[in-house]
């Protein structure tokens, strides 16, 4: 199936033998993993769109035992698929060939939290809702969630630097890591696990992992900077009449509840429909073209309410809004959430699904979604458009009973070139992964491309890490 759909060759890699497998169980003692039905769900990805035939997964539970690993395959030219909780949405998770899968599933402890500044170490393989709650039993909360948070692990999200829902508040991960311990291809072990708000001593090299999907360097431990947990939450849902009601209901969501201001998604009414179709959800307001999710996180529940209602009554006096509701209570927050939340589940239902993330100037962002509709017509089943507005990022998805080349060659290159003609990103914040890689310079220049490919070679000169991702092949 992969390789159908995406052609490319096995690089010259050695090739696992009973010799290999025996100094791993050396590394790992009964955590070397071969049992084909065991290995099934680690080789195809969330979106069953990928898949590799990797014959060996392996469990370490420590930075040495990483170490001891890499620098064991790096010698033997053996190449080696990082894997977190294998929710990526773009291929770059699963092995292409034969990698050997490195899974953080078992680096799940908690190594520090400091109560009055809000740091948080941990490694990699800790699950992020197993993390919210941790922090949150002592009065903080993590700076990222997304949909993904019951399996995704933190290295993953930092990995590819996720970005999520809370992403309109407290920025990307770039800002709220404050250091990261990562082994290197050949087994060094990178300690910059520091947990500084400043430290401008010479180059960030954090920030060079933040992002990299596993090419550079498996991430081991995460030092994060949490957020007081808020005394308030509101959270509205709100339909619009079109689309630059809902533009103009988030520039006056931004005067009239800046400080408070969590998160500003939207979907349309498409969404709506695949949400209560797949997933038996029910919308708690009227039919409308656009939905939007409206959060506010702040420290006096009496002062949010007010503020929020005289911005309701402005947006519905202005016409911008025909219907909404409010929550305030945990379980119908929760419930709100999920409409928005659950979408991706509700498309991969749907059939096979064409996913875009994109990043464009706010104003344009739904002019792709119409413009899709129009050129596809009965090709697609459903197109449709929802995401993270606040931050400019659209999510486009189209599904289809069942994958089709004339689709595809009706979506693509046109999607990444409508993007590059506003100067938009190709990835938002997927990452570029196995599906993506060959798009990379609809959004970055040439010479950024050659400092990149310079990069990888010189972290990883033999290209063991994660091969076939996020770069493009060297011709
Ligand atoms: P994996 O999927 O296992 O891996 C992802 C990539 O990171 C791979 O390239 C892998 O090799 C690499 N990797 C993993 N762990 C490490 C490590 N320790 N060291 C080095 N490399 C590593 N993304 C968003 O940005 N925003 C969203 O709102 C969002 N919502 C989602 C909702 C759903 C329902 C799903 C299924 C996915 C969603 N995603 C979202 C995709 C997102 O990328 C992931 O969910 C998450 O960040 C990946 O974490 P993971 O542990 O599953 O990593
Ligand atoms: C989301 O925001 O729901 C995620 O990024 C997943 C998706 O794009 O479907
Ligand atoms: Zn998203």
């Known amino acids: 199936l992969t390789r159908e759909r995406y052609p490319v060759q096995r690089l010259p890699f050695s090739v696992v033998s009973e010799e290999d497998l025996a100094a791993f169980e050396r590394i790992t003692p009964g955590r070397v993993v071969t049992d084909p039905e065991e290995l099934e769900a680690s080789n195809v990805d969330w979106l069953r769109t990928v898949r590799g035939c990797s014959k060996v997964l392996l469990k370490p ?97 930092v990995a590819t630097n996720a970005g999520g829902l809370r992403f309109l508040r407290y920025g990307s991960l770039h800002g709220t890591v404050l250091g990261l311990e990562v082994v290197l291809a050949d087994g060094t072990v990178l300690n910059c696990l520091t947990s500084l708000r400043k430290d401008n001593t010479g180059y960030d090299l954090k920030q060079l992992f933040i992002g990299s999907e596993g090419t550079l360097g498996v991430i081991t431990a ?38 408070i201001l969590s998160a500003f998604e939207f979907m349309d009414a498409e969404c709506m429909q695949l949400v209560g179709h797949h997933l038996g959800l029910i919308s708690p307001v009227q039919e409308s073209p656009f939905y939007v999710l409206i959060e506010t996180s702040g420290s006096r529940a009496g002062h949010d309410a007010e503020k929020l209602s005289s911005f309701l009554e402005h947006v519905l006096d202005f016409g911008l809004v025909t219907d909404g509701t409010l929550a305030t209570d945990q379980r ?104 993506k890689k060959d798009v990379l310079s609809y959004s970055k220049p040439p010479a950024a491309l050659q400092l990149m490919q310079q990069l990888k070679a010189l972290l990883d000169p033999k290209g063991i890490l994660n091969p076939y991702k996020t770069l493009p092949a060297r011709a």
């Not at 490694?123 to 995704?152: H, N, T, W």
């Not at 900077?225 to 079109?242: Q, S, T, Y």
């Not at 749907?350 to 100037?361: A, M, R, T």
Request: with cysteine.
């Open 332 to 435: 119908r927050v929760k419930m709100l959430w999920a409409l928005r939340e659950r979408i991706t589940e509700a498309l991969s239902r749907d059939g096979c699904v064409y996913k875009y993330d994109i990043s464009l100037p706010v104003e344009r962002l739904y002019d792709l979604v119409s413009d899709l509709r129009a050129r596809l017509g009965p090709k697609a089943k459903h197109v449709v458009g929802y995401g993270h507005l606040g931050d400019g990022n659209l999510h486009l998805n189209v599904t289809a009973e069942a994958f089709s080349a004339s689709l595809l060659g009706a979506l693509e290159p046109y999607v990444y070139e409508w993007t590059a003609g506003q100067r938009g990103s190709v990835s938002a914040e997927h990452g570029l992964g196995f599906k």
């Open 222 to 259: 995460v030092s994060i900077l949490c957020p007081p947990k808020p005394r308030a939450v509101n959270v509205a849902f709100l339909g619009c009449p079109g689309f630059a009601e809902v533009l103009q209901t988030f520039s006056t969501c931004k005067g009239m509840l800046g400080e």
């Open 61 to 157: 539970r420590t930075t040495e035992e990483v170490s001891h690993i890499l620098r064991y395959c790096h010698e033997r030219n053996l190449a080696v698929n990082p894997q977190g909780g294998n929710t990526g949405m773009v291929g770059g998770s699963v092995p292409v060939f034969d990698e050997i899968i490195l899974s953080t599933a078992l680096m799940n402890q908690v190594i520090s939290f400091h109560g009055v500044s809000g740091i948080l170490v941990c490694q990699a393989g800790c699950i992020l809702e197993e993390l919210s709650r941790y922090v949150e039993e002592r009065d903080f909360i993590m700076p990222l969630d997304l949909g993904a948070k019951g399996s995704c692990h933190i290295g993953g999200n």
